[in-house]
């Protein structure tokens, strides 16, 4: 080709046609519909930490709305007594109960399992649900907020997993556990020490037991949830949003949109029931693939304090 001979540029793309436009994941079935057959949990007695508020009681109301018999626990009884009612209005619902309990107290925990055990008997399925968070630089973690932290959300659940492990284990009976754990569990949580590192060990509690426990019959996952905005979302939660602008939630997931509550309570119920017996040691992620999105140009790092909206570290 000779140097003075014009080469016209290439012709601009055309515009997106309705086809091609993205518009995400489609939306899930309303509320009130089941994945899983009616009756599946009928007979069943499903324990649920942290299930007074929040995604604990949405995964509730799907285990109730399949029959269930629930045991909710949380450390506030004035939640519990409201969570109680809703959840026992659910089309299908068994019996409801609520226990008021701290999961870093191991005596508590067994009275809980003791309670239960008298009212409905021993739960079949455990949600390890109940957790502690909050933003925080690492360098102004101070000991009592690592200890709250990590001794709710590892030690409880270690608590909870290991009273329902040895009262199965002592009845010879099946069970099925639920922890619901993070995806900083993999990718490590920046203003998150406290809560990534708990993660993590919840994760490993998962593959751990999965294989000590199979051959008597229990089997534990983890759920990981995405954003699921609800009506009890922590003031951190609801202020890290607020900062981030009003594009926070739909625009900044690759599904184009948010999750809906009852999705994370069709994926526990999937996982606790009869149709995944011979899955257990698995984590499932439930967040619409947020969590293995890359940019293809970094964006500008931005230290923690600045998100956090604090100033210079003065030890």
């Keep these: 080709m000779k140097s003075h001979e014009h080469v016209p540029p ?11 436009a993205p518009r995400g994941l489609p939306g899930p079935p309303p509320l009130g519909a089941a994945a899983l057959p009616a009756g599946t949990y009928a007979g069943q007695v499903v324990l649920v930490t942290g299930g007074g508020t929040g995604l604990g009681k949405a995964i509730a109301a799907e285990f109730a709305r399949l029959g269930a018999d629930l045991v909710i626990a949380s450390r506030r009884a004035d939640q519990l007594a409201a969570a109680r009612a809703e959840l026992a209005a ?3 619902a068994g019996r409801v109960t609520a226990a008021v309990c701290d999961i870093r107290d191991p005596e508590r925990v067994a009275e809980v399992f003791d309670a239960a055990e008298a009212a409905l008997g021993l739960p079949d399925v455990l ?3 109940a957790a502690a968070n909050f933003p925080c630089p690492a360098e102004d973690l101070s000991p009592n907020a690592w200890r709250a932290v990590v001794d709710i959300t590892l030690t409880g659940t270690w608590f909870m997993t290991r009273e329902f492990g040895r009262r199965h284990l002592a009845a010879a009976t099946p069970g099925s556990i ?16 406290h809560s990534a590192a708990a993660k993590a060990g919840v994760k490993n509690l998962v593959e751990t037991l999965a294989v000590e426990w199979g051959p008597y019959g229990i089997q534990i ?5 995405g954003l699921f905005p609800h009506a009890d979302m922590t003031g951190d939660i609801q202020a890290g949003l607020d900062r981030a602008g009003p594009d926070a939630k739909d625009a900044r997931q690759p599904a184009l949109r948010v999750g809906r509550p009852r999705e994370l309570g ?5 996982l606790a029931s009869p149709y995944a017996r011979f899955v257990t040691g698995h984590t499932l992620v439930v967040d619409g693939a947020n969590w293995q999105r890359r940019a293809l140009v970094n ?4 230290p923690v304090r600045e998100q956090l909206g604090r100033g210079p570290f003065e030890g």
């Design 10 to 20: 290439p012709p601009p793309p055309p515009p997106p046609s309705a086809q091609s």
């Design 221 to 225: 996952n983890g759920l990981v949830p």
């Design 266 to 270: 069709w994926a526990a119920t999937f």
């Design 299 to 302: 964006p500008e790092v931005v």
């Design 178 to 193: 639920v922890n619901i754990g993070a995806s900083y569990a993999w990718t490590g949580g920046p203003g998150f020490a």
């Design 127 to 129: 949600v390890n649900n």
């Design 90 to 92: 659910v089309p299908g």
